[in-house]
Nanobody, 123 residues
Framework: QVQFVESGGGLVQPGGSLRLSCAAS????????LGWYRQAPGKQRELVAA????????ECADSVKGRFTISRDNGENMGYLEMNSLKPEDTGVYYC????????????????WGQGTQVVVSS
């Protein structure tokens, strides 16, 4: 079972940038798709970006297209989310998780969540 430690969050002004990191344990990481999820205050966790096991397929939520970039380094068991042109509505706790591609889209079915990393976009 893969476990995760997210880092890189913080307080940033609108228009700013952050780079989130996801450290994964276990040998299954490179075999599974990777997703970054956001949980805004009072809202359900949602998928914002996903990348297939070897990076050939990437999908992003419409709300972050053109601003967020997902990537991964299977050799280091790491995932990344580069976030640019941040908006107040990007505020939330960000989590990573891995699963088969079709399973990534429903975070309610995933186990082994890390503690997440808090992102606050505010002036």
């Amino acid at each position: 079972q893969v476990q995760f430690v997210e880092s890189g969050g913080g307080l940033v002004q609108p228009g700013g940038s952050l780079r989130l990191s996801c450290a994964a344990s276990g040998t299954l990481f490179k075999l599974l798709g990777l997703g970054w999820y956001r949980q805004a205050p009072g809202k359900q966790r949602e998928l914002v970006a996903a990348i297939s096991n070897y990076g050939a397929v990437i999908e992003c939520a419409d709300s972050v297209k053109g601003r967020f970039t997902i990537s991964r380094d299977n050799g280091e068991n790491m995932g990344y989310l580069e976030m640019n042109s941040l908006k107040p509505e990007d505020t939330g706790v960000y989590y990573c998780n891995s699963a088969r591609w079709a399973e990534l889209k429903d975070p309610s079915t995933l186990a082994s969540w890390g503690q997440g990393t808090q992102v606050v976009v505010s002036s």
